[in-house]
């Protein structure tokens, strides 16, 4: 078994900044990708930022320039920096992972169980 434990979230002023962290633990024997999403009420969780193994990143083009996803692999630890946040990033925001239990088994899907973000003055 998998458990992503996530920390961070909270109410920030707009522009202020907030980082959001998720630590796997559990049966790892490795990790492909650590990510994080968000979703709002009555709308489909959106991709925020990714990171695959070799460091690759991905972000949503709402986030570029503002936010940063990096990674400590002997911590098995996503990060998400927020800088200059504005109300529309106000979300639920979830801890993703693609891992292996083994050699021979197959990559699962992993989420924690949300942290909210509200930016508001």
């Known amino acids: 078994q998998v458990q992503l434990v996530e920390s961070g979230g909270g109410l920030v002023q707009p522009g202020g900044s907030l980082r959001l962290s998720c630590a796997a633990s559990?049966?790892?024997?490795?990790?492909?990708?650590m990510g994080w999403y968000r979703q709002t009420p009555g709308k489909q969780r959106e991709l925020v930022a990714i990171i695959i193994n070799g460091g690759s990143t991905n972000y949503a083009e709402s986030v570029k320039g503002r936010f940063t996803i990096s990674r400590d692999n002997a911590k098995n630890t996503v990060y998400l920096q927020m800088n200059s946040l504005k109300p529309e990033d106000t979300a639920v925001y979830y801890c993703?992972?693609?891992?292996?239990?083994?050699?021979?088994?197959?990559?699962?899907?992993?989420w924690g169980q949300g942290t909210q973000v509200t930016v508001s003055s």
């Open positions: 993703n992972a693609v891992i292996r239990g083994s050699p021979i088994s197959r990559f699962r899907d992993y």
């Open positions: 559990g049966t790892i024997f490795e990790i492909n990708a």
